[in-house]
């Protein structure tokens, strides 16, 4: 079956526009997270939702927002985007909510803010 | 404050022998524990994970060991292939919490 599909792979945006990021969960997971990947500050969550609902959020400033579809399609978006936020974007999704019932990652879409 | 630290950035290793990957954490309320395993340009893959309530796991070539007292796991590789030269992450959870905790990861080249 087909895995997490993230879109698009690659962006450049200028500082101070806003991006939005899409995954596309395994069919049948109701479960999406987002990750953030950087070179300082490794893999970092984000926010997961279960069934459109956001369950936990991680320690991001408010710019760093996000939505799921009721077919659990998930969106991130970051307004007003900062140098520091290029970083690779990773979405995990699984069958049931919590990481130990095994997260399945996306190939992640790369950031570069310039 | 990073609860799940992995203090070696890379490893070097001879094809055919025993890779060992190290972690350390300090949240107590950790439950369960997992490796993923990172090539470029692609997303983690899950490889193996750890009950608190066990001591060890073992799934074919790989192998979690946990210490809890030590708050420490270690990943061994049995033995290493150069398909295993990747990124290793660690990463912990708790009971409750919708999220994982990675370590920095750790670099691992097998050399023929």
């Known amino acids: 079956k087909a895995g997490v599909t993230q879109t698009p792979r690659y962006l450049i945006k200028t500082r101070g526009q806003q991006v939005t990021l899409s995954c596309s969960p395994i069919?049948?997971?109701?479960?999406v997270s987002w990750y953030q990947q950087t070179p300082g500050q490794g893999l970092q969550f984000l926010f997961e939702?279960?069934?459109?609902?956001?369950?936990n959020k991680g320690n991001f400033p408010g710019r760093f927002s996000g939505r799921q579809f009721s077919n659990s399609r998930s969106e991130m978006n970051v307004s007003t985007l900062e140098l520091g936020d290029s970083a690779l974007y990773l979405c995990?999704?699984?069958?049931?909510?919590?990481?130990?019932?095994?997260?399945?990652f996306g190939s992640g879409t790369r950031l570069t803010v310039v | 404050d990073q609860q799940v630290k992995q203090n070696s950035p890379s490893l070097s290793v001879q094809e055919g022998r025993i890779s060992i990957l190290n972690c350390d954490y300090t949240?107590?309320?950790?439950?369960?524990f997992l490796w993923y395993k990172k090539y470029p340009a692609e997303g983690p893959t899950f490889l193996i994970s750890?009950?608190?309530?066990?001591d060890k796991n073992e799934d074919g070539r790989f192998t979690v060991f946990l210490n809890k007292s030590a708050k420490h796991l270690s990943l061994h590789i049995v033995p290493s292939q150069p398909g295993d030269s990747a990124v290793y992450f660690c990463?912990?959870?708790?009971?409750?919490?919708?999220?994982?905790?990675f370590g920095q990861g750790t670099r691992l080249t097998i050399n023929p």
């Open positions: 995990a999704s699984s069958s049931r909510q919590g990481p130990s019932y095994g997260y399945t």
């Open positions: 069919s049948g997971h109701r479960s």
């Open positions: 939702y279960f069934s459109e609902t956001q369950r």
């Open positions: 949240n107590s309320m950790f439950d369960y």
């Open positions: 750890i009950s608190s309530i066990k």
């Open positions: 990463a912990a959870s708790y009971q409750g919490a919708q999220k994982l905790v």
